[in-house]
Every structure is written in structure tokens, then in C-alpha cells.
């Protein structure tokens, strides 16, 4: 299966990048030529229609810097958040099956 890319390699976004997607299983989020500082942050979309931190037994789930990749095993419409980033950076996810 392909790597879905949610977020495309943006550099120097100043309010950074925001996309939504919705996942029918378990999933792999993997970020790709973040720096140190920078990250892209997992939320779940919560019953009351908030979006909400997405956690998981490492804690609060997002790619960048340290690690590049996270592990989600819980189906659900997500949104990514992007920090400004210096070098072009993109995020993306593989549902396992």
C-alpha cells in the first residue's frame, strides 16, 4: 500500500500547513525532512466536533525532528498540523491492513 501524502513539502509557510483525513484502521504517520524544531501534530476529531491532541502510549502523537514516524491504531477523521519549516517538509500516512 502507498503512503498517502496529506500535507506536500512546503517551506518557510509562516501559519504553516493544516489538513484533514479520515482513516478506516490502523495507520502509520510519517513525517520527511523536518528539522530539529519543527513537527507536525495528530488531532482526532472528538464527539462534540472538537478537534483534540491525538495520544498514544509515547504520548501526544507528531512526526518531525525525533521520530519521523508514529504509530495510530484507532480509526477516525484526523487533522495534521504543520509548523513553519526551513527546509521543504511534507507529512503522510500508510493504513495497515
Do not use: C
Not at 23 to 44: C, I, K, M, N
Not at 82 to 92: E, F, L, P
Amino acid at each position: 500500500m502507498a503512503i498517502t501524502v496529506v500535507i506536500a513539502a512546503t517551506k518557510d509557510a509562516a501559519s504553516g500547513a493544516t489538513t484533514e483525513f479520515t482513516t478506516t484502521g490502523p495507520f502509520v504517520l510519517y513525517g520527511d525532512h523536518f528539522g530539529w524544531a519543527e513537527s507536525a501534530q495528530l488531532l482526532r476529531l472528538g464527539p462534540s466536533g472538537e478537534y483534540l491532541p491525538a495520544t498514544n502510549k509515547e504520548g501526544v502523537v507528531q512526526v518531525g525532528g525525533y521520530p519521523n514516524t508514529a504509530l495510530w491504531d484507532a480509526p477516525g477523521t484526523y487533522r495534521i498540523d504543520k509548523t513553519k519549516t526551513v527546509a521543504a517538509a511534507s507529512v503522510g500516512y500508510e493504513e495497515i491492513l
